[in-house]
């Protein structure tokens, strides 16, 4: 069965420039949730999704930062405009309903803002 | 709010137990997670406890002890693709989990 998909791996672009980062999660998992992990900050929850509904941005930085989910299969995490402070790494992560049930990751978008 | 405290680094060297510990404050409870990460790669999950006591798999155990706010992780028969950060993370609500800083387990020959 396919994981979490994450697009781009990588992505560098230049301060101001919009970033688009997306994610598809596992077929039947209700819960999505974005990360973003630096070496400071460690993991940090941005927002997290239950079937396709923002439930939680407190995490989302500031509002350069923006997220949906348009449907079941697919997220996106949008800054706008970029800024060399959120250069990290962001991962998406699905699970399904039941307490204890792990969080899939995906392998990561590694963002550098020059 | 939550906050976790766990070792920042681990040294132990190959067919070695070790034991990563994890202290939690949390204004509720939802169980303690355990994940793995290699260097560049995504956290995967290893283990999770609800209720006090030892949960094993395979060469990985992990205690819980909810009176201390305390859990571990135990890894046996240490091999040198053990090595890598590993996160404890409590359920802060229902559906999300606050992670802990990591903690980078070097194996040696």
């Known amino acids: 069965d396919a994981g979490v998909i994450q697009s781009p791996r990588h992505e560098v672009t230049e301060m101001g420039q919009e970033v688009t980062l997306r994610c598809k999660p596992i077929?039947?998992?209700?819960?999505l949730f974005w990360y973003r992990q630096t070496m400071m900050r460690g993991l940090e929850l941005l927002i997290y999704f239950n079937n396709n509904v923002p439930i939680d941005d407190s995490g989302m930085p500031e509002d350069r930062f923006s997220a949906k989910m348009p449907n079941a299969s697919f997220s996106t995490l949008k800054i706008q405009p970029s800024e060399p402070r959120d250069s990290a790494v962001y991962f998406c992560?699905?699970?399904?309903?039941?307490?204890?049930?792990?969080?899939?990751f995906g392998d990561g978008t590694r963002l550098s803002i020059l | 709010g939550q906050s976790l405290e766990q070792p920042s680094e681990v040294t132990a060297v190959e067919g070695a137990i070790v034991q990563i510990n994890c202290t939690y404050q949390t204004s509720g409870f939802y169980g303690l997670s355990w994940y793995q990460q290699h260097d560049g790669g995504a956290p995967t999950f290893l283990s999770y406890n609800a209720l006090d006591g030892l949960e094993e798999t395979g060469r990985f155990s992990s205690f819980l002890s909810r009176s201390d706010s305390y859990g571990y992780l135990l890894l046996q028969e240490l091999q040198m693709k053990d090595s890598a950060s590993y996160f404890c993370a409590v359920g802060s609500g229902y559906s999300t989990l606050t992670f802990g800083k990591g903690t980078m387990l070097l194996v040696s020959p």
């Open positions: 077929s039947g998992h209700d819960y």
């Open positions: 992560a699905s699970r399904t309903t039941g307490a204890g049930q792990p969080q899939h």
